[in-house]
């Protein structure tokens, strides 16, 4: 099975490496690092850096197609180059995902039409602007498309995946296995439970991906 | 403030980017990528590669030491240069941490003895060797000390430690910036929620770590 997992300039490091630590060990499971050229991506603060072992160029189908996020989307979003490869790519998929504002990318690709997804919550209106229905959950999943909220959900979007593409022991094994047994030391993970003055500060940070 | 993060080959790849994701967002972190050697280092699976900036030589002191885990860390337990950089540079720090294995790094290196702390529930009697007063707890605080259980667990602690290191106003806004609000699809992330079969299993694999 192979799991192909698109890395960009500007990408989220943990929207990319949450699903990766949990795909990889799905028995039979091959993740393809993948990205518009081979060769050394950076992250969005401009850091780490991840390398993708071959180009979209050199990959013409896949069983699965994860997209990650990152304000490096913004520019993926008019990239009719990677857009034709991620509908490509679908075409032959039965599984396509996101994390975050990787749904974004699905989106500009035609591939959200009239289907429920979600992203980052501080860009929902820019993802029902792609025609999707967006739905306030941390996972989604409608038909063979499955998105994530921000960031850290592609942790729990992967481990969904897990159970589906092999079984739920399969997905338990690998939960345990990471000790995915969450403890934040806060309770303001998501917008309706943060102060507002801690929402604010982030909607202004993640919101100016939208343009002016 | 420099945050020092150790990467080598055999990392897991998640116990390295979970912290990441959530420490170069403290307003005035720097997050130094450091290694054995500068370049590339490829994960305990052999697919994902990370670039490190410097090598251990080319870094003499640090605010923060973190040291990720995977199987790579059975290496470095016995690798004489890496456990006096690391004594070295704990010697410069305010915090000294560590994920998953690289507690066993720690206590290879001699800071443990004696200090409360955890590791992967799998080799936690492994970090009893080392001396450490092992707590089974997803993060321990002793002192400058600061572990992390298995792999996840590490985003659960950077969170603590931008607390500490900023203020708590700061690790919420990163807390709701990476929208962790876990969900996890199972309740099995330790072994005393998992079934034994599950639990066997993991124990075999990881477990598999600690010599004959």
Redesign the interface.
């Known amino acids: 099975m192979d799991i192909a997992l698109l890395l960009f300039d500007g990408l989220?490091?943990?929207d990319a490496?949450?699903p990766?630590?949990v795909l990889?060990r799905i028995p039979g499971a091959r993740?393809l690092?993948v990205a518009p050229e081979a060769g050394?991506v950076v992250t969005t603060?401009g850091?780490?850096?991840?390398?993708a072992?071959r180009s979209i160029d050199g990959l013409a189908r896949a069983d699965v197609l994860v997209v990650p996020g990152g304000f490096g989307t913004r520019k993926l979003e008019s990239d009719e180059k990677v857009l034709a490869w991620v509908k490509r790519l679908d075409a032959t998929t039965t599984i396509t995902a996101s994390v975050?504002t990787g749904a974004l990318v699905l989106g500009a690709a035609g591939l959200l039409s009239g289907k429920r997804a979600t992203t980052?919550?501080a860009l929902r209106e820019r993802l029902a602007r792609h025609g999707a229905i967006v739905v306030e959950d941390?996972?989604v999943i409608d038909g063979k498309y499955a998105s994530a909220?921000?960031?850290?959900?592609g942790?729990?979007l992967a481990?969904?995946l897990a159970?589906r593409l092999a079984n739920?022991?399969v997905?338990?094994?690998i939960?345990?296995?990471?000790?995915?047994?969450?403890?934040?030391?806060?309770d303001?993970?998501?917008?309706w439970?943060?102060?507002e003055a801690?929402?604010k500060?982030?909607r202004e940070?993640?919101g100016g991906y939208a343009p002016k």
């Open positions: 989220t490091a943990l490496v949450g990766y630590e990889w993740v690092l050394m603060e850091t780490m850096a991840l390398r072992d975050c980052h919550w941390r996972v909220a921000g960031v850290s959900a942790i729990d481990l969904l159970a739920e022991t997905a338990k094994t939960q345990l296995g990471i000790e995915y047994d969450p403890q934040p030391p806060f303001c993970g998501s917008p439970k943060a102060d801690i929402v500060a982030v940070r993640v």
